[in-house]
């Protein structure tokens, strides 16, 4: 295994900083015998302009300086290391042409729309107070259903007034009155596996990287114009942010899409990369990992979150696999951010997808949470409790048949923060949150099945209004636990991903037609009464902070599971303080039965906040002493 111990630069004018009069390029290639900057009149093709031999300087570093404007011009650096001559992209690059196969000198001041420099949205105070809307940006708008005019693209997202065949709001118009608070978009960074020549072509959700301050050129309605695709992802938040609704970006630091012949390994070659005695090593699962841990790659990674949260006004970052990322590096992430804006969300998978060299302990894993505090894990437990684990078809949760699992949903209704009445040695699991808000409860997201599907392949008897009953149970459990909700994109009109010739249900659509993966926006047309059910949950949980709790000492003091509950019966009550000040005091039940349950109230009269078909944070009938619980159902009451 390989060792480096190069010198580490740390100023931040790595790549191509612009200014009218003149352009400075600067790379770091420690190990380079030489460096070479090309520029081009465009993106691709015979059409060089000019070449210039950099100077070496500090720390590892070649300069060159271009006089004159050189806004538009396309470039790339030829590095020599070993005697062996490569071209290569700058990793810094923050604009590109088609395809990503040359940088970009960029004017960023000239990308931004009208209105920009005046965004100033901000997050709610608490991240739990955050719901979570999860969907591709080609997802939204691909299908000829969302009426959209840019299909697929990010100005897709920025139109207004636009229906489905039946007159009703789709898009983003669809999305600011849902009640989400965020959307969360699959990587929208320049990714490899789809020609932006012949975009139809192929799909691909993008955990593929290229360049990773650049925005996938499929998404513009021009490729080759590197200023475009800056201009128009702007114009996407800008819009969503005008709605009230923040941007969360799907970051894939895991991993590059190519390692041999990627532009990190022409430049310097294996130090972006972990290896051990055998090789490189796969922590990714998708063919090599990223090297968190080495400082000048822990750097490339900060300094690209930074960028976007400051020049694209991103509020939050989900990172893919950030297993195979370090916790210190996580930990840099959370304090570098934090400087420039104190509530930009961070979460992600605290799990890896291979064998990695990196040892254990160090690890962002799901399991050393607390060692992270204010970075967010996918709550997998609740997940796979709710309706069954994600890897096996035929296997069960509370919603869809599952048996003993009260204790499970237990350790994911507290937001597997600590809770003294969750038996944890039953459970086989340690209590792994530090707080409520880090915990992402969900039971969809773009990976495995959707939520609708599950419900199918694991009840293939089942009628459409069983399945029904259970996508909502599933839907009052995410909404009323404790810490953060999440909901994959469409979810609520029960969206599905059927195979052509009806040979089932995709469950892994990463590279599959639109026909599979777009959002088939006349489906809301089917199904108001879902549409409501979740609206109502949001409106629930907005307006009552017992759902939204901060700390593990308010949790546990204010949170109680009733002992008295029927098999597959989970019940509990919260405590607090309304919006208003006022005390409240909430009942939720959870019946997992095919059948009703006859259950005996706490003392008091109760008024109906959710119960098997509506939901909403108004009560409606009073009700007193006993009640019954539909099958395959939830039951919120506020008390009077």
């Known amino acids: ?160 007034n636009t ?69 128009e992802m702007k114009q996407m938040v800008l819009a969503l942010h005008s709605r009230g609704i923040g941007v969360i970006m799907d970051v894939v630091f895991n991993h590059t899409y190519r390692r041999d012949d990627s532009n990190l390994q022409k430049i310097v070659p294996g130090y972006y990369y972990r290896s051990d005695e055998t090789g490189y090593t796969n922590g990714s699962g998708c063919g090599n990992e990223v090297a968190s841990d080495r400082p000048m790659v822990q750097k490339l990674i900060v300094d690209s979150l930074i960028y976007w949260a400051k020049e694209y006004h991103i509020d939050g970052f989900r990172f893919d696999l950030m297993g195979v990322l370090d916790i210190d590096t996580m930990n840099v992430i959370a304090e570098r951010l934090n400087e420039i804006r104190s509530d930009i969300y961070l979460y992600g998978e605290g799990w890896n997808g291979g064998p990695s060299s990196l ?59 600590a809770h003294p009445q969750v038996d944890y040695d039953a459970y086989g699991s340690k209590p792994w949150a530090k707080e409520p808000g880090q915990s992402i409860n969900y039971v969809s997201c773009h990976d495995n099945y959707t939520l609708w599907d599950k419900l199918s392949v694991s009840c293939p008897e089942a009628s459409e209004e069983k399945k029904k009953a259970m996508n909502r149970l599933c839907a009052a459990i995410v909404f009323t636990s404790q810490g953060v909700p999440f909901i994959q994109a ?12 009806k040979k089932g249900f995709a469950e892994n659509s990463y590279n599959m037609p639109d026909a599979v993966n777009s959002i088939k926006w ?50 509990y009550l919260l405590k607090g303080k309304g919006a208003d000040d006022t005390p409240e005091n909430i009942l939720v039940i959870f019946n997992g039965n095919d059948e009703e349950i006859l259950y005996n109230l706490p003392e008091g009269k109760w008024k109906i906040l959710v119960d098997d078909k509506t939901a909403g944070a108004d009560g409606k009938k009073n009700i007193s002493e006993k009640t019954d619980v539909e099958p395959l159902s939830a039951l919120v009451l506020e008390k009077e």
């Open 1 to 160: 295994m390989q060792k480096f111990d190069y010198e580490v630069y740390t100023g931040n004018d790595l790549g191509a900083v612009y200014s009218p009069k003149m352009t400075r390029f600067k790379v770091w290639a420690p190990e380079a015998e030489s460096v070479k900057l090309n520029l081009y009149k465009q993106g691709e093709g015979d059409n060089l302009i000019d070449q210039h031999i950099m100077k070496k300087s500090a720390n590892g570093t070649y300069v060159f300086e271009k006089q004159g404007d050189c806004n538009g011009i396309y470039y790339t650096y030829t590095v020599v290391n070993h005697g062996e001559e490569q071209e290569a992209v700058d990793p810094y690059t923050k604009a590109a042409g088609v395809n990503g196969q040359r940088g970009m000198v960029i004017n960023l001041a000239k990308t931004n729309p009208q209105g920009f420099e005046m965004d100033g949205y901000r997050n709610p105070e608490h991240i739990t107070d955050a719901i979570i809307y999860e969907g591709s940006v080609r997802d939204f708008t691909m299908d000829e259903s969302s009426g959209v005019f840019h299909n697929g693209k990010f100005l897709g997202l920025t139109e207004a």
């Open 163 to 231: 229906t489905n065949h039946f007159g009703e709001a789709t898009a983003l118009d669809y999305i600011s009155g849902l009640g989400v608070t965020h959307v969360q978009i699959l990587p929208a960074f320049d990714f490899e596996t789809v020609d932006e020549k012949n975009q139809k072509a192929q799909y691909n959700w993008g955990y593929d990287p290229d360049n990773y301050n650049v925005p996938e050129g499929s998404y513009a309605v021009s490729p080759y114009d590197g200023a475009v695709r800056i201009q």
């Open 359 to 417: 040892a254990e302990e160090k690890r962002a894993f799901k399991a050393s949470a607390k060692k992270m505090p204010g970075i967010g894990m996918f709550n997998d437990d609740i997940r796979d409790t709710i309706k069954g684990s994600v890897f096996y078809d035929d296997h069960l949760g509370f919603v869809n048949g599952g048996t003993h699992l009260e204790n499970a949903l237990r350790y994911g209704i507290t937001g597997a923060v």
């Open 490 to 501: 469409g979810e609520e009109f029960l969206r599905s991903k059927p195979l052509p010739e």
């Open 522 to 571: 006349d489906n809301i047309h089917e199904y108001p009464d879902m549409i409501a059910y979740y609206k109502g949950l949001m409106a629930l949980r907005k307006a009552h902070p017992v759902f939204r709790m901060q700390s593990e000492a308010e949790m546990t003091q204010n949170l109680c599971f009733l002992s008295d509950t029927p098999e597959n019966v989970v019940a």
